[in-house]
């Protein structure tokens, strides 16, 4: 039953299965002058090739096969060749003599320096529960780090039975300790709490664990007036409790358990096991519902009023288009008619120059009236400043003004965003935030002057609509303007994350994701030691430099006998 967990290829560790690739021959079975001093000192051929594959396999396979004559041919093969013996079929006379087959094993293992299983048990044991501690790595992924953990050390594979008890038990043990470790964490009144979520209302057909799992569907403001609602009621589930001590990681993988899993079978489990799961979950929707909502309001944003009113005013202006080209033509048909008849003409074969046509104000005019009369001229002047934006505008200017005139899609959710969401920002985000937060206050009010709001962020031609707009009263500004002022510049330093929410995953400060001071020294010995790393940087930097110098030596040692695959 410990290995049923094992693929196909992990049940047949330690063992060949099939030969192996030509790489894996000149890796692995490559005899150097080392191993040819060794095969060298044994006297018969077939004792020479047996004591080649145990030496060579066993660097492969990790353990010595139980019947070396068994080894696939192709490695035989290999190796006969090397040895310079005729065909390996000598092979079969290996260990026909008790003890012979043994006896080098031995004596490999005790020049090679192989270790037994027993001798690094107990620390496989530790290096396991700290990595099933803070990775919560499945069974197949935890069999083969424990595998490549021994070959790292070159330990003496044990059986598939006895490494994959190994690592169930301490898999089980991991689990069993993250469970108690949070249920531990709560008082009577949470568990109460959370038993709830798994009741169905009377009148619902779902519990409550299943609605407040229901993400938003639709982009609009109701929608996410709502999102900011579910991400309250969370909340408010009381449910912030310091679990820093958990990994991050095996926090999150039970909370995809809680998130995805089905309600009736959460009742089955013990009580350890169903409430911390539940608190997991809670603790995730906490920030998730969180991440729902500012997604919903990026998306708002930059779709349903920013986009949506550039697109709108690029079609109201190709509306007006034809009106502004005639109005355009006449303009320059009446400034074509000024320049010929009162500049001064030049005859373009003798450059001769003579006075301008008319000499009057009123003879101009006469010649204007022949081509354009005066009263579409008029028109055309009155046509050009109805539709086209003042000199001192800019580009925005138009599609900021229909903005304004969405104001609905905002109300909705505006005092709740400040409320539900934990906002925090960087200096340079610090004023936009402070703005947003004074919203609030200002809107409803009939009247709002400009010492209530930050007149510094109102650039370009936001300045004219919230301090000059139409039929705005002396001393007053247009705090509808105000808003979406605040609010495209909120839209942009919020995925800027220079302004940041707190208790949001997606949208958090990135730095807030470090571990620093006291939070990381507890958490260090754990995380060295999953990682198989020492305390120090310096003694892994000198293993890695000495390894890397060892093998630069070994492949520059073998080059001159390659010299003619190097050619090739």
Same mark, same amino acid.
């Given at each position: ?57 066993? +660097?492969?396979?990790? =353990?010595?096969? !139980? ?13 006969? /060749? ?18 012979? &087959? ?55 594979? !044990?059986?598939? $039975? =006895?490494? $994959? ?41 779902? $519990?409550? %664990?299943? #609605? ?14 709502? $999102? ?17 001590? @958990?990994?991050? =990681? ?28 539940? %608190? &997991? ?26 986009? #949506? &009113?550039?697109? /709108? ?9 034809? +009106? ?28 001769? @120059? ?29 046509? *050009?400043?109805?539709?086209? !934006? ?10 900021? &003004? ?8 905002? =109300? ?23 703005? *947003? ?26 300045? #004219? ?26 839209? +942009? ?34 995380? %060295? ?38 050619? +090739?």
């Amino acid at each position: 039953m410990a290995v049923e967990f094992l693929s196909g290829e992990q049940a047949g560790y330690g063992a060949f299965v099939g030969a192996p690739s030509r790489t894996e021959l000149e890796r692995y079975f490559f005899l150097d002058d080392t191993d040819r001093e060794g095969v060298q000192a044994k006297r018969r051929a077939h004792n020479r090739l047996g004591y080649a594959v145990q030496l060579t396999s066993v +660097r492969y396979l990790g =353990r010595f096969l !139980p019947d070396p004559r068994q080894v696939p041919e192709e490695v035989a093969e290999y190796l006969a /060749e090397q040895l310079e013996i005729e065909g390996p079929s000598c092979l079969r006379e290996y260990g026909e003599r008790d003890g012979t &087959a043994r006896s080098h094993a031995g004596e490999i293992q005790e020049a090679g320096g192989w270790k037994d299983f027993a001798e690094v048990s107990a620390e496989l044991g530790e290096w396991l529960d700290a990595r099933a501690w803070t990775t919560g790595n499945g069974p197949k992924a935890s069999f083969d780090a424990a595998a490549g953990w021994l070959r790292e050390r070159r330990v003496l594979l !044990p059986g598939a $039975s =006895r490494l $994959s008890r190994m690592v169930g038990n301490v898999r089980e043990a991991a689990n069993q300790r993250l469970w108690d470790t949070l249920y531990g964490l709560l008082n009577t009144g949470q568990r109460t709490v959370l038993d709830s979520l798994l009741t169905v209302p009377a009148g619902s057909r779902v $519990s409550e %664990l299943d #609605r407040l799992r229901r993400g938003p569907v639709r982009v609009s403001g109701p929608q996410l007036k709502w $999102s900011l609602d579910r991400a309250e009621e969370i909340a408010d589930l009381g449910m912030e409790l310091d679990v820093s001590g @958990i990994p991050p =990681r095996r926090l999150a993988e039970l909370s995809r358990y809680g998130v995805d899993g089905e309600v009736t079978l959460f009742k089955r489990h013990n009580d350890a096991r169903r409430l911390a799961t539940l %608190l &997991a979950t809670a603790v995730h929707l906490t920030t998730r519902a969180v991440d729902d909502a500012l997604d919903l309001l990026e998306v708002l944003i930059a779709t349903k009023l920013l986009a #949506r &009113a550039e697109r /709108e005013t690029a079609k109201e202006k190709m509306k007006t288009l034809p +009106r502004v080209e005639r109005a355009g033509a006449k303009l320059a048909t009446a400034f074509q008619v000024v320049f010929d008849t009162t500049s001064e003409q030049v005859d373009p074969n003798t450059g001769e @120059i003579s006075a301008p046509k008319v000499e009057t104000l009123a003879a101009m005019w006469e010649q204007i009236e022949a081509v354009v009369p005066r009263s579409e001229l008029a028109a055309a002047i009155a046509a *050009l400043f109805e539709l086209t !934006p003042p000199l001192d505008s800019d580009a925005d200017q138009a599609w900021r &003004a229909m903005l304004i005139t969405r104001f609905g899609t905002v =109300r909705p959710f505006l005092k709740l965003l400040v409320k539900v969401v934990d906002f925090d920002a960087t200096p340079e985000g610090a004023p936009v935030l402070a703005a *947003l937060k004074s919203l609030p206050e200002l809107m409803g009010r009939k009247k709002v002057g400009p010492g209530e709001i930050d007149t510094e962020l109102l650039a370009g031609s936001w300045r #004219r609509l919230v301090l000059a707009a139409p039929n705005l009263e002396p001393g007053t500004v247009d705090w509808k303007g105000y808003v979406f002022c605040v609010l495209e510049r909120f839209h +942009r330093m919020l995925r800027r994350r220079e302004i940041f929410a707190k208790n949001s995953s997606k949208w958090g400060d990135p730095r807030a994701k470090l571990l620093a001071g006291e939070a990381w020294e507890q958490a260090k010995p754990t995380v %060295l030691a999953s990682l198989g790393l020492p305390d120090g940087p310096s003694e892994h930097l000198a293993a890695r430099a000495a390894l890397l110098d060892g093998t630069c030596r070994e492949v520059a040692g073998r080059l001159p006998e390659n010299a003619h695959r190097l050619r +090739r």
